[in-house]
Every structure is written in structure tokens, then in C-alpha cells.
């Protein structure tokens, strides 16, 4: 058996969670924050068979796509400046998956 976490925009879970429940995957989904952007993001934790595990890559490529965004930083050089606003085109979405084994299964 093993365990699949995957890291996705929060954009992307209402579509990848229904296709994982139509595919008969049980999913659980937990709220987080992320990396450069603080944006929200969803962790989801997935219990599979070995040979489940591509079948479940493939349903998260086919819902979380990569995509551009302008944002803005503020920037500060020296101790005194200004913040000064600075546009930035930065790649968003997509996902983040790792796959461990499970060394006991238990459902009460």
C-alpha cells in the first residue's frame, strides 16, 4: 500500500477531489499555506494499492495545470526606503506529490 500526498492550488481541489470520488479513491483534504506567494493551497492525503498509484498521477495532471499570474512584491533595499510596488510574472499551480509506503494499514 501506498500513501500519496499531494499539494495542489486551492483552484484546482473541486475538480480533482470529484474525479478522484468518481474513480472510487477515497480522498482527505486538509487546508494549507504555502511557499512564495503565502497563497492558500489544499493538502490531500490518498491511501492506494501499489498498482492505483500512476492511475492517481494521472487524475492529478489531467486537474492541476500549471498557469501564469502577474503579482506584485514590495521591495526594500536599505533600512529608510520606500516600498516601491514591482509587477512579476510567476508560474502557479500544478502539483506537488509525494508517494511513501505504508508499512501497516489499519480501518476501525
Known amino acids: 500500500m501506498k500513501l500519496i500526498i499531494a499539494i495542489v492550488q486551492d483552484q484546482d481541489v473541486p475538480s480533482l477531489v470529484d474525479d478522484l470520488t468518481e474513480n472510487d479513491f477515497r480522498v482527505t483534504k486538509l487546508a494549507s499555506t504555502g511557499g ?7 493538502t490531500l492525503l490518498l491511501g492506494v494499492e501499489e498498482d492505483q498509484v500512476d492511475e492517481v498521477i494521472k487524475i492529478i495532471e489531467t486537474n492541476c495545470k500549471t498557469r501564469e499570474i502577474t503579482t506584485s512584491l514590495l521591495t526594500v533595499s536599505m533600512p529608510g526606503d520606500t516600498y516601491v510596488p514591482y509587477p512579476l510574472e510567476v508560474r502557479v499551480g500544478g502539483a506537488t506529490i509525494f508517494i511513501l509506503d505504508v508499512e501497516r494499514f489499519v480501518k476501525i
Open 36 to 42: 512564495f506567494l503565502k497563497s492558500g493551497n489544499t
